[in-house]
């Protein structure tokens, strides 16, 4: 049922593009004949054109009929395309532009779904997702360094460097090609603050992404798994088909087996197909061997590790808060 909705909003919103592809098109047609008459004299050329092709397949000599009548309605083409030229408007300006060109916006090739409906059910499920988790983004401008200017000069530049490296992951995003990023830190060291910027560019480039703390994420795979309603398997389909996988918190989620063998799941199956995730964990590497044992993490320990440093963000805002409050009494 989930991903019957999932997929009947995908495809509604393919075919209100393809809607408005025409529309824009018929709107561009009527401002075009009435500004230069010639071209609707033209127009109508080619669909009388076009009503012939009919006739030339029924006559003695169909082939040569059927080659005569594509040369004028080439010719009629050309000509229309040379006059919108000639009038300071794009050649193609009167074809429908299609957002996929591949399907022309019907979601369909060849009987198949396209891969612009294939993207469109990954963006639907992870908006779906992070409904659920009230995303709220944050972004790389909104980030500031200076709350880490008070570290020693190494660690400041550690910070720096994190931010840069987070920025051009984000960038340069490729959901075939992107690796693994583990941030590991105390509490209020901007992970989230930088794994919720990644999300906001790359949710931009059109990727899915789903992003939520594995407590809440466990959770509810488990509510599904234990009810009869069963929604699991869609879920866990959509932490495995989505661009980007966000984990937040990994670490603070209840240790019980069924945890344990879905984060196995979750990690082998994006691993081994080469999908990228962000994970973010309070812990150190040996906490979290102690928890979850060297084979589940081994090959997220291979991933691009990031060692967050520093005072508590939220803290040192909210003391900035009240030295000015002070400060304005
Ligand atoms: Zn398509």
Do not use: W
Request: proline share 2%; hydrophobic share 35%.
């Amino acid at each position: 049922m989930y991903r019957e909705k999932i997929y009947d909003e995908a495809i509604r919103r393919i075919k209100e593009r393809r809607l408005s592809a025409q529309t824009q098109q018929e709107q561009r047609t009527d401002l075009i004949h009435a500004q230069i008459p010639e071209t609707a004299e033209l127009d109508r050329q080619l669909r009388s054109a076009c009503m012939s092709v009919m006739r030339a397949a029924r006559s003695s000599d169909p082939q040569a009929a059927i080659r005569q009548v594509e040369q004028q309605c080439n010719e009629a083409d050309a000509m229309l395309r040379q006059i919108l030229t000639a009038h300071g408007y794009p050649a193609d300006y009167l074809d429908t532009h299609y957002t996929c060109t591949l399907c022309d916006d019907t979601g369909f090739t060849g009987g198949k779904p396209c891969e612009c409906l294939k993207r469109e059910i990954g963006r639907v499920g992870a908006e779906q997702m992070n409904a659920r988790s009230q995303l709220s983004l944050c972004t790389f401008d909104s980030f500031s360094l200076r709350y880490y200017s008070n570290l020693p000069a190494e660690q400041y530049r550690m910070m720096e460097r994190i931010y840069q490296q987070c920025r051009k992951y984000a960038e340069e995003f490729d959901p075939a090609r992107s690796g693994n990023i583990l941030m590991i830190g105390n509490t209020g060291l901007g992970k989230t603050h930088l794994s919720l910027s990644i999300a906001d560019v790359v949710l931009q480039k059109g990727f899915s992404v789903i992003y939520d703390s594995a407590g809440s994420l466990l959770h509810q795979l488990e509510q599904e798994h234990f009810s009869k309603r069963s929604n699991e398997e869609d879920t866990l389909a959509m932490l495995l088909d989505c661009d980007l996988l966000i984990l937040d918190d990994f670490g603070t989620e209840f240790d019980t087996n069924f945890s344990r063998s879905m984060i196995y799941t979750l990690f082998n199956s994006r691993i081994n197909a080469g999908k990228p995730m962000i994970v973010n964990t309070n812990l150190d590497k040996n906490s979290l061997q102690g928890q979850y044992g060297s084979r589940i993490l081994s090959r997220l320990f291979s991933a691009c590790i990031m060692q967050f440093y520093g005072r508590d963000i939220r803290m040192q805002k909210s003391l900035l808060q009240n030295q000015n409050q002070e400060a304005s009494l």
